[in-house]
């Protein structure tokens, strides 16, 4: 764990410059737009250790598969969205020296994420081998205004000199990915072009065939200094000298824009692109700046959390809240969020199951209901892939099987206990359909897209169980659940339960449409050749009849069977040298251990907490908490919740902790591989469905808050069925508003809200 952030409400910030942190600061400091993202790589040169990371939504490559032998149904390729030109580089040259930091003495070193304006500045003092000192103060943005744009601002000064400083802004395409299985280069060059001070780069990708057209312009302050361009393969930039004076600041502006071919035209992107130049460019920094600062408050008003007398934990939830913002914006229904987001490249930046299960309740609840739609549009406009996914497994007749990582609704993952066992994943893109509706009240989604969505995966566990006859039930045999430290067991429950509750509730969902929108339930009948009658008393009977473990000694569900086989040590009795599991011991020893990666058990009792009493919920809490290593950035959300559910308000404060600093404080020795993106809506649950109780029932929105003894107080708003409700929790109870009438329960007490009338519940 590392402690180097220093705490303040709105800013992330580093001072110092420890080469060794980085890669970790990289990701931390990351900026996006929805559109584009750019880790915290240097302006300038740099020849320390880094991960360059630049990214353009949506584009992506099919790295073929590393494996070491294959099996069938292996995807043929793993889903990368690829490391992209590099838009940001500005060389320095002094004297013929080139400013690079890792070769310099650095002083005076400083980095700012500015969260609630949306930008991010470093400055430094750096003493070069010549002799030469001078002053950087670098902004930069990711404009979340012009989409498709970025700006900087790079002001140097020379302190102990005047004379010479040669300026190259430029555009490297010749960058390839740290992850690439064989070390192959996924882009081709296409095509350059200059244009006075402008500077143009196409790239194309292999195999997909995605094209990126990067453009620049840069202006000097003051300087009318001769240009000189620099057109080759993969690489354009443009070079000046300007004459500098002691003590005085010279300021480089350079305007940058990524378009792709997923928007224009492949023949039309140089025109695209020189127009976002040119209208960027004409706004000027300063505006593009005060642009973006407006409308990050807009951002602010419906999102943010406010936390009072805890700066630590304050700044945790906005950078998580930021962080969210910035990588996904809902405006395109093809796009989806990567575990990485725009901050690095693990995990491919593709799609998982951690957005259904976790931002959607964060998306529901600070943004309209039309982004939380559009993720679930992308799963619906993938159902004949899930299809197809399902068939390759062996599955038919309309059996549908979600992957677990995807681009394009194929399944891409490379290991075969997740590409064939980890079919919870399934349930998760359901209970997704099942958590918009219940918020938004949007039942025509049903209608329109979700029951066929829910059809699919229904016929998919249909299929997936099987009888046994030594048990008398169905069972769920070679599964792997939440909890990757097992593989290929029987019976996990959550994913047996959870496979249960998807039939019934698809049975439900038939009987809705049928009686409402019968034309579009006789539409879907032909479309998917679906017989009533005959699928859902299938379904009916399997989840009457699922073999789901408990130990009744214990009064604790089973999380598979044998599991209470196993040599049962708590996690405080290991040896802290043996930490983390997974950078410690072998694979073997860790599926034979006890231990548990993440919540597994504790998913499904997240999921459907209202479905069991609190007794059930601490037995099975007591019991599976204690082997639970949360190596998983996904784990300390949800036991944080189930802990402030059952009154244990310390432990709900140290997960709520671990998971809103899981980053900035590098927890499980991770970040530098980039930012945990779809576990921080985690945080966010944490604060609104943990501490303050939120939960959705019979169609109401209610809270049963407690505040955490470290904090003064907190506030935050939900947008819930057109209305605006803040809510804050202090020592004197908890204090509501709305923009809308509408009626509110608070630990069981119904209130009805009027526009701009404050109530307190106590």
């Not at 020189?274 to 000027?284: D, R």
Request: with cysteine.
């Amino acid at each position: 764990m590392k402690n180097y952030i220093i705490p303040h409400e709105w800013h992330i910030i580093e001072e110092g410059f420890d080469p060794h942190l980085n890669k970790i600061s990289e990701s931390i400091f990351s900026l996006g737009n929805g559109r584009m993202g750019q880790r915290a790589n240097f302006e300038e040169a740099y020849s320390g250790e880094t991960l360059q990371g630049n990214y353009v939504a949506g584009v992506y490559y099919p790295d073929k598969t590393r494996v070491g032998w294959w099996k069938n149904g292996y995807p043929e390729y793993f889903a990368k969205v690829l490391n992209a030109a590099n838009w940001i580089g500005i060389d320095i040259k002094i004297d013929d020296e080139v400013l690079d930091i890792a070769q310099c003495a650095v002083t005076n070193f400083k980095r700012v994420l500015n969260m609630h304006d949306g930008y991010l500045e470093r400055s430094f003092t750096a003493r070069l081998k010549n002799g030469k000192e001078v002053s950087i103060t670098a902004t930069r943005l990711c404009s979340i205004v012009d989409k498709e744009a970025g700006a900087i601002k790079y002001a140097i000064t020379p302190l102990n000199f005047s004379g010479d400083i040669t300026v190259t802004p430029y555009i490297d395409g010749d960058i390839s990915n740290a992850d690439s299985n064989y070390d192959e280069k996924f882009w081709e060059h296409v095509a350059h072009a200059e244009d006075g001070n402008d500077v143009y780069l196409t790239l194309r990708t292999k195999k997909t065939g995605f094209e990126v057209c990067t453009g620049s312009r840069f202006t000097i302050s003051g300087s009318s200094a001769k240009v000189i361009n620099t057109l080759r393969e993969k690489y354009v930039a443009s070079t000046t000298t300007v004459q500098v004076q002691q003590g005085q600041q010279t300021t480089v502006y350079k305007y940058a824009a990524n378009v792709s071919s997923q928007n224009y035209a492949p023949a039309n992107l140089p025109d695209a692109c020189k127009k976002v130049i040119a209208e960027v460019s004409a706004k000027g920094f300063d505006t593009m700046l005060a642009e973006q600062a407006a409308a990050w408050h807009k951002k602010w008003e419906h999102s943010d959390i406010v936390i009072e007398g805890d700066v630590k934990a304050q700044q945790g939830i906005r950078f998580n809240i930021f962080q969210l913002s910035q990588t996904y914006t809902g405006s395109d229904d093809r796009l989806n969020i990567g575990p990485k987001g725009f901050t690095g490249e693990k995990y491919g930046g593709s799609t998982y199951w951690d957005t259904e299960a976790y931002c959607v309740p964060f998306y529901l609840g600070t943004a309209p209901q039309q982004v939380t739609k559009q993720l679930l549009i992308y799963r619906w406009k993938q159902l004949d892939k899930a299809i197809e996914n399902a068939a390759k497994l062996g599955f038919d007749k309309g059996a549908a099987l979600y992957p677990m990582v995807t681009m394009n609704g194929e399944e891409c993952h490379n290991e075969w206990e997740i590409t064939f066992e980890e079919i919870h994943r399934n349930g998760a893109i359901a209970y997704a359909i099942f958590n918009y509706i219940r918020f938004t009240g949007d039942k025509d989604y049903l209608n329109d897209y979700g029951l066929e969505v829910l059809i699919g995966i229904a016929r998919f566990w249909k299929q997936r169980v099987n009888w046994s006859a030594a048990k008398n039930q169905y069972v769920m045999l070679g599964v792997t659940g939440p909890n990757e430290y097992e593989n290929n067991v029987n019976n996990n429950w959550y994913t047996s339960m959870l496979a249960c509750w998807c039939m019934d509730y698809a049975a439900e969902c038939i009987a809705y449409v049928k009686a409402t929108e019968p034309d579009k339930y006789m539409d879907l009948v032909i479309k998917t050749a679906f017989n009533e009658t005959e699928e859902t008393t299938y379904w009916k009977k399997i989840s009457n009849n699922m073999y789901l473990g408990e130990d009744k000694a214990k009064g604790i569900f089973l999380q598979q069977d044998n599991f209470l086989d196993k040599e049962i040590i708590p996690v405080h009795d290991l040896p802290a040298a043996d930490r983390p599991l997974n950078q410690k011991w072998s694979w073997d020893r860790i599926l034979r251990s006890c231990y548990i990666k993440q919540a597994d058990v504790l998913q499904g009792l997240y999921f459907f907490s209202d479905k069991f009493d609190l007794d059930t919920l601490r037995r099975n809490y007591e019991f599976y908490e204690p082997l639970t290593v949360h190596e998983s950035s996904l784990s300390p959300c949800i036991h944080a919740i189930l802990a402030a559910k059952l009154g244990m308000e310390e432990d709900a404060y140290n997960f709520y902790l671990r998971t809103s600093r899981l980053d900035l404080d590098d927890y499980n020795n991770d970040t530098e591989d980039g930012c945990h993106i779809t576990s921080m809506a985690g945080t966010w649950m944490t604060v609104v469905e943990g501490f303050a109780g939120m939960t959705v029932s019979n169609d109401q929105l209610h809270f049963k808050p407690f505040l955490p003894k470290q904090w003064k107080g907190y506030s935050f708003n939900i947008l819930f069925r057109g209305a605006l409700i803040n809510i804050k929790v202090d020592a004197n109870g908890s204090h509501l508003t709305t923009d809308k009438a509408c009626e509110v329960f608070v630990s069981g007490k119904a209130y009805k809200l009027t526009t701009g009338q404050t109530i307190l519940a106590e």
